[in-house]
């Protein structure tokens, strides 16, 4: 995994909401590590706007408050293609944020542009070796293989979801308490309080080690001297004030 960051994270949406619906409290826990997440959205949602609101500026504003860069894919909804205008753009995103892990749609999903959103990211992603799918309220038959302890980052997800308030007062598409709800759930399905759960689309364990291990520490311990003192020992030379 050399050529990604793994202290960049994308995820990419269909329509405004979708990712903060998804993984918005998962990004907040990004966040708090201090990783760069960039955020790409498909369309502009303008089937779903509402007359005065903008879901433009809605996504701007969930942007801005989970603290990501904002990139739009300039597709047309519902209608976005699994083919390769959609597969470019993303690629495209993939070139210039390199990032550690890409959270996505599922395949399992009624709405067609999440569909189309999902399989183009893996064809985009061909190449890549972290993909997670969330799941959204037009998900169906969902099977999460991974969990992702969120307790304390879901008032997050919700003030997110807060930020596309065309959505939570249209016909309640938005539901915080439902949100709520799937977070306590999800949570008891991985035996912890708070989560958000993802499918499996592609996971590689990256387990080489980021700090000193005790073995490394034991290997650079001084060794003896024949008096029973230590050498001081660094890179390998002997540093004795008596030479």
Do not use: N
């Not at 542009?113 to 998900?139: K, M, N, Q």
């Amino acid at each position: 995994m050399a050529q990604w960051d793994r202290s960049h994270v994308l995820a990419v949406g269909a329509h405004p909401d979708d990712i903060e619906l998804g993984c918005g409290a998962t990004l907040a826990v990004h966040r708090a590590r201090g990783d760069e997440i960039t955020l790409l959205v498909l369309t502009e949602g303008e089937l779903g706007a509402v007359p005065g609101v903008t879901r433009v500026e809605e996504q701007e504003e969930a942007a801005a408050r989970l603290g990501a860069t904002l990139r739009w894919g300039g597709q047309p909804d519902g209608h976005v293609p699994e083919g390769r205008p959609t597969v470019e753009v993303i690629e495209s995103v993939l070139r210039d944020v390199r990032p550690g892990v890409i959270y996505t749609h599922t395949r399992r999903d009624t709405h067609q542009d999440h569909r189309a959103a999902a399989r183009a990211t893996f064809a985009a992603a061909r190449g890549h070796s972290g993909v997670l799918c969330y799941e959204g309220p037009t998900t169906e038959g969902f099977a999460p293989d991974v969990y992702v302890d969120v307790d304390g980052f879901l008032e997050a997800k919700l003030d997110l979801a807060r930020a596309h308030l065309s959505q939570v007062l249209r016909e309640g598409l938005v539901d915080v308490a439902a949100l709520e709800a799937l977070a306590r759930h999800r949570g008891y399905e991985g035996r912890i309080h708070h989560a958000e759960a993802f499918e499996i689309g592609r996971l590689v364990l990256d387990l080489r080690p980021t700090r000193t291990t005790d073995h490394h520490r034991r290997a650079a311990a001084p060794v003896p001297d024949r008096e029973g003192g230590a050498d001081a020992t660094h890179g390998g030379h002997h540093d004795r004030s008596d030479t």
